[in-house]
């Protein structure tokens, strides 16, 4: 069973950037989907980004769109979350999330469609 940890959150001043690492302890094969989800306080899982491992289709929020970009280093088994133009409404708790399946684009931001989460790391943006 893949297991995931995130590391790389902190506080941050408005429009500064951060990367976000979230390294898996299985392999990840070409078939799984990996993605970001966020939950401020009081609020639900909100869709960040995603990705299919084989890169074939990749996924944005709309409110994250142009600032944030996800990757991932096949070598090393982990996905990144770059975050530019940081803003207080990017404040949350960033989740890892993965599934070993190829999610459809429409699905991609979804969290039920997700069966492994991480534990979360907090990003906090002051202004």
């Known amino acids: 069973q893949v297991q995931l940890v995130e590391s790389g959150g902190g506080l941050v001043q408005v429009g500064n950037s951060l990367r976000l690492s979230c390294s898996a302890s299985?392999?990840?094969?070409?078939?799984?989907?990996m993605g970001w989800f966020r939950q401020a306080p009081g609020k639900e899982h909100d869709f960040v980004a995603a990705l299919t491992w084989n890169l074939s289709r990749t996924r944005y929020a709309d409110a994250v769109k142009g600032r944030f970009t996800i990757s991932r280093d096949n070598a090393k088994n982990t996905l990144y979350l770059q975050m530019s133009s940081l803003k207080p409404e990017d404040t949350a708790v960033y989740y890892c999330?993965?599934?070993?399946?190829?999610?459809?684009?429409?699905?991609?931001?979804?969290?039920?469609?997700?069966?492994?989460w991480g534990q979360g790391t907090q990003v906090t943006v002051s202004s």
């Open positions: 299985g392999r990840i094969s070409s078939g799984h989907t």
């Open positions: 999330a993965a599934t070993s399946r190829t999610l459809i684009f429409s699905s991609l931001h979804r969290p039920a469609e997700y069966n492994i």
